[in-house]
Nanobody, 118 residues
Framework: QVQLVESGGGLVQAGGSLRLSCVAS????????MGWFRQAPGKEREFVAGISWSGTTTDYADSVKGRFTISRDNTKNTVYLQMNSLKVEDTAVYYC???????????WGQGTQVTVSS
């Protein structure tokens, strides 16, 4: 059974940074793309960033390009999301996802709250 456990969320002021982490278990981590989605209050869940199994390909939503960086460490079964220059509109619950391809998800974590204050 696949488990994705996120951490690193919290409260930060606009312009600040946070780093989310997600540890995966239950499936060969290195064989699957990983990603991050988010859902803000009253809004639909949206894609944020994705990374190929090898880490050589990354994909970002236009709203976060240049500010967020996704990376992975296959030796630690962990994917990261470095978030810089945070904006109030980045406030959301952030979900870690696994496979099957970029921008799609077979498995979801429980989510971690990110709140950006003005």
């Amino acid at each position: 059974q696949v488990q994705l456990v996120e951490s690193g969320g919290g409260l930060v002021q606009a312009g600040g940074s946070l780093r989310l982490s997600c540890v995966a278990s239950g499936r060969p981590f290195s064989g699957y793309p990983m990603g991050w989605f988010r859902q803000a209050p009253g809004k639909e869940r949206e894609f944020v960033a994705g990374i190929s199994w090898s880490g050589t390909t990354t994909d970002y939503a236009d709203s976060v390009k240049g500010r967020f960086t996704i990376s992975r460490d296959n030796t630690k079964n962990t994917v990261y999301l470095q978030m810089n220059s945070l904006k109030v509109e980045d406030t959301a619950v952030y979900y870690c996802t696994m496979g099957p391809i970029l921008r799609q998800a077979d498995y979801w974590g429980q989510g971690t709250q990110v709140t950006v204050s003005s």
